[in-house]
């Protein structure tokens, strides 16, 4: 099955400044990746994806990357605003119905 | 709301008892799901259930019971659990499998075994 992997487990930056969580992902058949973002008490809600046709996608201060070669995807905010500290949850998919989650990374952006 | 609804938010029960969690959607969607999700460990898939037929069964233990009377409802029947099941048990739901659109979660249930 497929083994997703999620660096780093929690995360630190400055206002202002840029934070990247990376995945990676074992089975070469998965074709979609999604991000989630998940706030304290509240549910895991999806802020992005990619499909393996794209390699980049931005939505204003959010952009995943995916090298499909090297089986990784990473998600990139610029700008990052106390309003981003939350749980990210990045996810493969390989046209099922399921998805394989990564561990989770904690982020946390001091104003 | 987006559609999702979970209930009941906070369930404490003892490891005797018998009870069930409930989660609805209202987005027209054909799949339902439950996870299970634990401090410092991925999201664990558990049932699936699309077009109202279980398709997925990712060795759960018996004691959790799934149900999908119709499209739009889906139970988690839980009965002479463990202490290890205390956990934030997530519904989500999809539309024409998961990788087209992704999921809607539900807010979850905050599951706790005394």
């Known amino acids: 099955g497929e083994n997703v992997e999620q660096h780093p487990s929690t995360l630190s930056v400055q206002e202002g400044d840029s934070a990247v969580i990376k995945c990676t992902y074992s089975d070469s058949a998965s074709n979609y990746f999604p991000w989630y973002k998940q706030e304290l008490g509240k549910r895991p809600q999806l802020i992005i994806d990619i499909r393996s046709n794209v390699g980049e996608k931005k939505d204003q201060r959010i952009a995943v990357t995916l090298n499909k070669t090297a089986k990784h995807f990473s998600l990139h905010i610029t700008e990052t605003q106390p309003e981003d500290s939350a749980v990210y949850f990045c996810?493969?998919?390989?046209?099922?119905?399921?998805?394989?989650f990564g561990t989770g990374t904690s982020l946390t952006v001091i104003p | 709301e987006t559609g999702v609804t979970q209930t009941p938010r906070h369930l404490v029960m003892g490891m005797t008892n018998k009870k069930s969690l409930k989660c609805e959607q209202h987005?027209?969607?054909?799949?339902m799901y439950w996870y299970k999700q634990s401090a410092k460990k991925p999201l664990e898939l558990m049932f699936v259930?699309?077009?109202?037929?279980?398709?997925e069964n990712n060795s759960v233990p018996s004691r959790f019971s799934p149900e999908c009377p119709n499209s739009s409802h889906l139970f988690l029947h839980l009965h002479t659990l463990q202490p290890e099941d205390s956990a934030l048990y997530l519904c989500a739901s999809s539309q024409d499998g998961a990788t087209n659109y992704g999921y809607t979660f539900g807010s979850g249930t905050r599951l706790t075994v005394v």
């Open positions: 996810a493969a998919s390989n046209s099922g119905n399921q998805f394989y």
């Open positions: 987005l027209g969607h054909n799949a």
């Open positions: 259930y699309s077009l109202e037929e279980r398709v």
